[in-house]
Structure formats: structure tokens, C-alpha cells
């Protein structure tokens, strides 16, 4: 069964420090991972999409790993500021897919000042 | 600037109600989808539809129907609402697999209707 778990279930960090998330997959065959921002009452937005090939991608503050042969991800936020406060989903798509995705419960990071 | 829009941001239905959630998009996409997400379960797929008057059902159909009559529009119906559909109902649209890799284009959301049934 395709699964994604995503650690820790909510984070509590300082204005101004980093902090990782980190995913966990067991979706197959692999084709790409997504990281989603989801401000409170709002849809997910994207940050960033990672393919097989790719171990890393930036956007901004944001910058993703991915291990295809662990099959992990991690969410790295840098000089963190009050509108990161929100949760974090990791979604992962299987190859030959056309919409089924494999979404994750979501790190909620609260960012206080 | 892509654009989903959602009909409502918030609704409050009695049980046995008949529900319309509406979804709109800007972005001439073939894939539309709708999704609820609940605290501790993450987003679940209730419906997709990947052209007009088509569509499949998710891993959460039951209690659900959708219409599909034009491209930028896709409808979520509860037939009859119960306390169980209380939940954000978020739309989402996509472009069709692309390129050799076959990856999915990435899913734009609307900004989600959180539906309160009592």
C-alpha cells in the first residue's frame, strides 16, 4: 500500500532559526515528490517538485532533498520567519499516474517571535 | 496568474440537505479534482474528472456525486448531507501527463469550503 509519513506531527521554532522536516515514502514506482505549504483556511500551495533524478531543489528559504533509494525527503526552512507558520504536507505521485497522489498528514510549524 | 475558485468559503447545511460545491478554474486545465481533508487524515480524494462530462470516483465517493458540463467547472453534490460530510472541501486542477517522465503536472488549489453540516 502507497504510504507517506511525514515527522515530527508539529514543530515549534523561534523567528530567525532553521528547521527540517523530514518525509518518508513508500509510494511505487517512484515518479516525482511534491512539498505543499497550507496556510490555516487556505488551499495548499506548491514549493517545490522533485523528480527521480533530482536530489535537490531550492525556492527561496525553501530547499528540498530527496533520497530516491531511502526513499526520504526532507523540507529544509532557513532564517525562518512568522509566515512560515503553517503545515507542511509531502504528496507523492507513482509512475504512470495521471492523478493519483499520495498526500502525507502534514507537519504543522508554528513560528513565534 | 493561475486562478481556482471555490463557490464558498464557508457553509452551514442541515442534515438531509442537498449540498452544490462549486469549483472553478481559469487555467484551461483537462483535470479537475476534489479533495476533503480532515484533522489527523490529510487530504483524501473524493472525485476526479479529466474532461468534460468524465470522471472517476477517489478512495472517498460514497455520499458524493459530481458534475463535469463544462471545462472550467466542476461541481461536488452531497445528495443528502449528513454530520459526517462535516469537513474543508478543497478543488483542485491539473494539466494531463506531459513530457516522457509522465509526471503529472503540478495541482493548483482552490482556497477551500469548510462545510458544516448539523
Known amino acids: 500500500k502507497n504510504q507517506v509519513e511525514q515527522s515530527p506531527q508539529s514543530l515549534i521554532i523561534l523567528e530567525g532559526k532553521n528547521c527540517t522536516l523530514q518525509c518518508n515514502y513508500t509510494v511505487s514506482p517512484f515518479s516525482n515528490l511534491r512539498w505543499y505549504k497550507q496556510d490555516t483556511g487556505r488551499g495548499p500551495v506548491s514549493l517545490t517538485i522533485?523528480?527521480?533524478?533530482?536530489n535537490t531543489k531550492s525556492n527561496g528559504r525553501y530547499t528540498a532533498t530527496l533520497d530516491a533509494d531511502t526513499k526520504q525527503s526532507s523540507l529544509h526552512i532557513t532564517a525562518s520567519q512568522l509566515s512560515d507558520s503553517a503545515s507542511y504536507i509531502c504528496v507523492v505521485s507513482a509512475r504512470g499516474s495521471n492523478y493519483k497522489l499520495t498526500f502525507g498528514k502534514g507537519t504543522l510549524l508554528t513560528v513565534n517571535p | 496568474d493561475v486562478k481556482v475558485t471555490q463557490s464558498s468559503r464557508y457553509l452551514v447545511k442541515r442534515t438531509g440537505e442537498k449540498v452544490f460545491l462549486e469549483c472553478v478554474q481559469d487555467?484551461?486545465?483537462?483535470?479537475m479534482f476534489w479533495y476533503r481533508q480532515d484533522p489527523g487524515l490529510g487530504l483524501r480524494l473524493i472525485y476526479f474528472?479529466?474532461?468534460?462530462?468524465?470522471?472517476e470516483k477517489g478512495d472517498i465517493p460514497e455520499g458524493y456525486s459530481v458534475s463535469r458540463e463544462k471545462k472550467e467547472r466542476f461541481s461536488l453534490i452531497l445528495e443528502s448531507a449528513s454530520t459526517n460530510q462535516t469537513s474543508m472541501y478543497l478543488c483542485?486542477?491539473?494539466?494531463?501527463?506531459?513530457?516522457?517522465?509522465?509526471?503529472?503536472?503540478?495541482?493548483?488549489f482552490g482556497p477551500g469550503t469548510r462545510l458544516l453540516v448539523l
Open positions: 483542485a486542477s491539473n494539466s494531463p501527463l506531459s513530457g516522457t517522465s509522465g509526471s503529472p503536472e503540478t495541482q493548483y
Open positions: 522533485m523528480t527521480f533524478s533530482e
Open positions: 487555467m484551461d486545465h483537462e483535470n
Open positions: 474528472s479529466y474532461d468534460v462530462k468524465m470522471k
